[in-house]
């Protein structure tokens, strides 16, 4: 299985709002719509920020929102804040059973 | 509330075996609507799914992976453990421990992680 494509790094300016794009095939992203995020900021732990494309766990950030179109899955973060910059990766069940992430985008705040 | 925490050698040697054990406090590893699953991170690299287990001793294994791994649960200690045989630098990773909801895919609890580093 491949890991799904996300690029590798997106900025925006404080307020603005940013996509991350998550690519993958019909038989992850395209086929299923248990799609999740994941926030992880340097040397800690992975967090769960959407699940099933555009379900919040609660707690989130309702400025945290999420889509899905054909095989890429896009995560959505409005009105930007410094304390947003952070790695963000995608998740999709595949085809298989299995398991596959993305590999990673930065977000920088400018 | 419920806590997942890695432990187990930092440092492997080529060829050897990496064991690592995660143990699950706060709540039960028998509940029936969580997986446990584990995950890794090679240093400024991506995620990667690892494989997954059910408290029943049910499998779930990266294809990639599955020749060299196996996974095991202890509900006696609330632990379950991974196993990765015949190691090679490219295994050198952040491992990470997490509870694996499967009705909605998600990892939503993850353990802290630990570097373990395949070398001489």
């Known amino acids: 299985q491949s890991a799904l494509t996300q690029p590798a790094s997106v900025s925006g300016s404080p307020g603005q709002s940013i996509t991350v794009s998550c690519t993958g095939t019909s038989s992850d992203v395209g086929g299923y719509n248990f799609v999740s995020w994941y926030q992880q900021f340097p040397g800690k732990a992975p967090k769960l920020i959407l699940y099933?494309?555009?379900n919040r766990p609660s707690g989130v950030s309702d400025r945290f929102s999420g889509s899905k179109s054909g095989n890429t899955a896009s995560l959505t973060i409005s009105g930007l804040q410094a304390d947003d910059e952070a790695y963000y990766s995608c998740s999709s069940y595949t085809t298989i059973g299995t398991w596959v992430f993305g590999g990673g985008t930065k977000l920088t705040v400018l | 509330q419920l806590q997942l925490q890695e432990s187990g050698p930092g440092l492997v040697k080529p060829s050897e075996t990496l064991s690592l054990t995660c143990t699950v406090s706060?709540?039960?590893?028998?509940?029936?609507?969580?997986?446990w699953g584990w995950i890794r991170q090679p240093p400024g690299k991506g995620l990667e799914w690892i494989g997954s287990?059910?408290?029943?001793?049910?499998?779930y294994y990266n294809p990639s992976l599955k020749s060299r791994l196996s996974l095991s649960v202890d509900t006696s200690k609330n632990q379950f453990s991974l196993k990765l045989i015949s190691v090679t630098a490219a295994d050198t990773a952040v491992y990470y421990c997490?509870?694996?909801?499967?009705?909605?895919?998600?990892?939503?609890?993850w353990g802290q992680g630990t570097l373990v580093t395949v070398s001489s």
């Open positions: 099933e494309v555009t």
């Open positions: 706060g709540g039960s590893i028998t509940n029936a609507t969580d997986h």
């Open positions: 997490a509870r694996h909801v499967f009705n909605g895919g998600v990892f939503d609890l």
């Open positions: 287990i059910y408290y029943s001793g049910n499998t």
